[in-house]
């Protein structure tokens, strides 16, 4: 389920039922493809010692929790989405890397130490300004992002990548939204991702099998 929620903690019991029943399920019938849950990665009540994680106290009161979600014998990998711009839209662009520098460590180590999974941020969402000519400050969001988990894998670790979202090709702005973007019409934008790209495929030693050339130097 996508960025699962409740309205009320109570239903947190009934929402990691849910999980355990569905991921077992979806395994039943077919044993291999991943399965993961589609959380954002908040913390739940319990999980007192990473309340302040969060964006705020709201997050702790969505019913989810990530390590709880995430540790269900059927789900292959954990699953992440980051928003600073919506989850802390009065913070300066500092305090909101700092946040998500915090973010991202915190959700690495679990998924590190606690889970012993791959961690995937599935959503990562930053508003652009086109009249800015790209989007500096979320570049430079994204950047925190990339670099944590590039350095992650390289330690063979837990991060195993990271999706925009949202990425958009010409013609379709019908499904546009705030943090939607074209990315070569964001050339800064567009050169992290396929510097991104390139310093992952070359850790996994399989440069070129891609079908695109990495022209970056290493």
């Known amino acids: 389920m996508n960025e699962p929620r409740c309205v009320s903690n109570s239903s947190g ?3 990691q039922a849910w999980i355990e029943e569905m991921a077992a399920y979806v395994k039943s ?3 291999k493809h991943l399965v993961t849950v589609g959380t954002e990665g908040f913390y739940g009540p319990g999980r007192t010692e990473r309340l302040d994680v969060n964006p705020g106290d709201w997050a702790a009161w969505l019913c989810s929790d990530f390590v709880q979600n995430s540790a269900v014998k059927h789900i292959d990998f954990a699953s992440v ?3 600073p711009d919506s989850w802390l839209p009065k913070a300066s662009v500092e305090e909101k890397i700092k946040y998500l520098s915090n973010w991202v460590d915190s959700h690495l180590n679990d998924s590190k130490y606690i889970l012993r999974k791959p961690v995937l941020f599935s959503e990562v969402g930053f508003v652009h ?3 800015a000519n790209g989007s500096v400050d979320g570049d430079a969001l994204l950047k ?3 670099d944590k988990i590039y350095n992650s894998a390289k330690k063979l ?8 979202w949202q990425l958009m090709v010409e013609g379709m702005q019908t499904y546009h ?3 939607s973007m074209v990315a070569r019409e964001c050339p800064l934008t567009y050169k992290l991702i396929t510097e991104q790209s390139c310093r992952l495929e070359r850790l996994d030693g399989k440069e070129g099998d891609s079908g695109w050339n990495c022209s970056l130097p290493p």
């Open 81 to 83: 989405h980051a928003y």
């Open 177 to 179: 939204d705030d943090f």
């Open 29 to 31: 019938l077919d044993s």
């Open 144 to 146: 925190v992002v990339y």
């Open 13 to 15: 019991p009934h929402l």
């Open 157 to 164: 670790e837990s991060g195993s990548g990271a999706l925009i």
């Open 129 to 131: 300004h086109a009249e």
